[in-house]
């Protein structure tokens, strides 16, 4: 072989081994030290707030979650707003404004409301077994809270002020589609470039990008009374009429699956043994990927109330929207890409995924916002007594957090 082309060969090689170590990103050492210096506190304020009952309308728990959270947003520089919830008996939202002498314009959004009701944290405290925690809300959504509020901290601890505005949210309805803060939200995410939201990262370590919308379908029944033993042929029930509403839509959808989903949730009828109830109601939780999608579901209740069965009888359907779909398009997509490159800096790989829960993005994203879900800690049994949250999350995914608003602040996305 010639001896100046095996040399030329040898560079060549050296230099394409070289490559992959050339290309693989480079971890902020400062950003890293301060998430692993501020690990420990983050549990223990993890801790604090999951055993305090805060869920959606316990206004005195969501209260007493803010009084916790709010001097330590305070002591961060925030300047702190109450906002008084869009419908009755809920809590205040709350707003940590902070101002930095960048351009990216960061929106956090968290919410500190739980599907549990009062004295469940007292009889299912948090408690650590292995590498996770447990806890009523411990992942979703406290964790979230805890993370968005200690990557503020990190910022703070490593003097980062490359930013025009960093905006936190947290909010509390979100467990009944944010009825309290929708507006709110719309108006926010208009005035910022990107919005950030909290919620759990679905095992094994995934983002969001993309969630279906919610909304709650009731049927209500309408009958007549009369003494279930004297006189039941003068009532006309309303419980029977309900049942063969149900029947009739029982296979004309899914109740599982990515696409469109349906289930019944709750039924209601009757109040005594000895009455024909002349009132009966069904509430279903219908979950999906386009707007459009609601309408159709819509339209076939509507159309199955038409046909009662029960003489004397009449059904009428009522829609409780929600939370619209979030839409995996080409903003969701590049936001992904930025934390997939941020995640290489520890060596490490996110997946990306999607999920029927919906949430805060989608309103974010309506108003033509970039949005990317799933930026809590790693997390899993969601609304269940055995909710937990992965430890080992902790770190990585504060990093994560921290780092894309870092480069949110510097690079901000386009808005649509």
């Excluded at 002591?75 to 939202?93: C, H, K, Q, W």
């Excluded at 208009?190 to 919005?195: A, F, G, K, L, Q």
């Excluded at 995924?353 to 970039?370: F, W």
């Amino acid at each position: 072989m010639n001896r100046k082309f095996a040399l030329t060969s040898l560079a060549l090689l050296a230099f394409s081994l070289a490559l992959p170590a050339l290309a693989q990103p480079v971890r902020d050492a400062r950003v890293h030290a301060a998430v692993e210096a501020n690990r420990a506190a983050a549990i223990d304020l993890l801790k604090e707030i999951v055993n305090i009952d805060s869920g959606t309308g316990d206004i005195a728990g969501g209260n007493r979650v803010l009084e916790v959270l709010t001097p330590r947003l305070t002591a961060l520089g925030a300047e702190i707003r109450r906002v008084p919830a869009e419908a009755p008996e809920l809590p205040d939202n709350l707003v940590a404004t902070f101002r930095g002498t960048g351009k990216g314009r960061v929106l956090l959004i968290a919410h500190v409301d739980t599907v549990f009701g009062p004295g469940v944290a007292a009889k299912r405290p948090f408690r650590i077994e292995g590498a996770r925690a447990y806890g009523p809300g411990v992942s979703d959504e406290k964790a979230g809270v805890v993370n968005a509020i200690m990557a503020l901290k990190v910022l703070r601890d490593v003097g980062f002020q490359n930013f025009a505005t960093i905006t936190l949210l947290l909010e509390t309805s979100e467990e009944r589609g944010s009825p309290g803060t929708q507006k709110l939200i719309k108006a926010l995410a208009s005035e910022h470039d990107v919005e950030f939201n909290l919620e759990p990262g679905d095992p094994p370590d995934n983002l969001t990008v993309w969630r279906k919308g919610s909304a709650r379908i009731h049927i209500r029944v309408k009958g007549r009374p009369a003494h279930a033993g004297v006189a039941p042929q003068d009532g006309r029930n309303a419980a029977l009429e309900l049942i063969h509403q149900i029947t009739s839509l029982s296979k004309d959808f899914p109740t599982t699956g990515d696409g469109t989903t349906v289930n019944l949730t709750v039924m209601k009828a009757g109040e005594r043994t000895n009455i024909i109830p002349d009132a009966a109601e069904a509430i279903y939780s219908a979950r999906y990927r386009q707007p459009a999608d609601l309408e159709k579901i819509v339209a076939r209740f509507r159309t199955a109330a038409l046909a009662t069965s029960v003489e004397g009888t009449s059904a009428e359907i009522y829609l409780d929207s929600g939370l619209p779909p979030l839409i995996q398009n080409d903003d969701v997509n590049a936001l992904a890409d930025r934390a997939r490159s941020i995640y290489a800096e520890l060596g490490k790989t996110i997946g990306a995924s999607g999920n029927g829960g919906a949430s805060e993005s989608a309103v974010a994203q309506s108003v033509g916002t970039p949005a990317l879900d799933g930026l809590g800690w790693v997390g899993g049994d969601f609304h269940t007594d055995n909710e937990w949250v992965d430890l080992n999350s902790v770190v990585p995914r504060l990093y994560l957090l921290t780092r894309l608003v870092m480069d949110a602040g510097i690079n901000p996305p386009r808005r649509r």
